[in-house]
């Protein structure tokens, strides 16, 4: 079955790290754009980051851009979000899916062009 799967979620203080990982299943890095996605109870799904299969640019919300690193290891076929001076507002279930349109990321990360979502992974913020 064609899927990704996320691990690597948990609690922490305000400040702390987390580094999340999406393993790829079914289908290969170096094909589809991997998006990082987060949402909380009632509200719409966001994107957080984006790595390109074809050249591995990256794309970032601003709400994380400066504190959250996205990277890939082609070997282990897994993308992996690295979180750091998370903050209570980054609280959220996060998803990883793969971009079936594209390879290069755009700017603006479109919902509707991600499939193959994971389970999800809990983070929770808080002190």
């Known amino acids: 079955q064609v899927q990704a799967v996320e691990s690597g979620g948990g609690s922490v203080q305000p400040g702390g790290s987390l580094r999340l990982s999406c393993a790829a299943s079914?289908?290969?890095?170096?094909?589809?754009?991997i998006g990082w996605f987060r949402q909380v109870p009632g509200k719409e799904r966001e994107g957080v980051s984006c790595i390109s299969s074809s050249d591995g640019s990256t794309v970032y919300a601003d709400s994380v851009k400066g504190r959250f690193t996205i990277s890939r290891d082609i070997a282990k076929n897994t993308v992996y979000l690295q979180m750091n001076s998370l903050k209570p507002e980054d609280t959220a279930v996060y998803y990883c899916?793969?971009?079936?349109?594209?390879?290069?990321?755009?700017?603006?990360?479109?919902?509707?062009?991600?499939?193959?979502w994971g389970q999800g992974t809990q983070v929770t913020v808080s002190s």
């Open positions: 899916a793969a971009n079936l349109m594209r390879r290069l990321c755009e700017r603006s990360m479109r919902l509707y062009e991600y499939d193959y």
């Open positions: 079914g289908f290969t890095l170096d094909y589809y754009a």
